[in-house]
């Protein structure tokens, strides 16, 4: 007779084993990587609005020509050695999180209609029978956002929670603010997966 294993959370042992395969930097093993280099930082806060010290923030993204190193990506855009497009790190103490990389080109959805350029985001952390799945999107390119399949799903007072902010220090240092806000007043819109 089989039995129903009972339900686990996804957290808080989020980095047993997995520490090896953080990657904040998806740019260090990609020397012939062009592009604009950006960097993006934030904070991962609950429904109570306190950091969460021990989550995992993931992305996944295209090159800057629009393509994914993926098997099914079979596109004639070219890959470029060493760019993966997937990054990895925990959050700190006060529930920060930081990548560098590079702005993504953008790609097209499954019925070939252009999506603005975008990285994939998943959040790990106690509490949570499944990971969170969202999208950040650059505050540069509003013609693209606002043409965007999957962003014109969302109600539009809520659309600034996928936008990353040009932090405006050093200017033009391609600095992004984005916060992840899991519940309450201004909570990120989160996707079905």
């Not at 209609?113 to 959040?123: G, K, T």
């Amino acid at each position: 007779m089989l039995y129903a294993t009972a339900s686990q959370t996804v957290g808080p042992y989020l980095h047993i084993g997995l520490s090896g395969l953080d990657c904040a930097d998806l740019t260090a093993s990609a020397p012939a990587l062009a592009g604009q280099r950006i960097v993006i930082e934030g904070r991962v806060t609950d429904g109570n609005g306190e950091p969460v010290p021990d989550g995992m923030v993931e992305i996944w993204q295209a090159n800057p020509a629009g393509r994914y190193r993926h098997a099914e990506d079979t596109r004639e855009l070219p890959l470029v050695p060493g760019f993966t497009g997937f990054g990895r790190v925990p959050t700190g103490a006060d529930g920060s999180f930081r990548f560098i990389t590079v702005k993504p080109g953008a790609v097209p959805d499954a019925d070939g209609r252009p999506q603005a350029p975008h990285i994939m985001v998943s959040v790990f952390m106690r509490g949570l029978v499944k990971h969170v799945a969202t999208r950040m999107y650059f505050p540069d390119e509003a013609a693209a956002n606002a043409a965007d399949p999957v962003l014109a799903l969302v109600p539009a007072e809520r659309r600034g929670t996928l936008v990353g902010i040009d932090s405006g220090n050093d200017a033009g240092n391609g600095t992004l603010r984005w916060d992840i806000v899991l519940q309450g007043p201004g909570e990120t819109v989160f996707f079905d997966i």
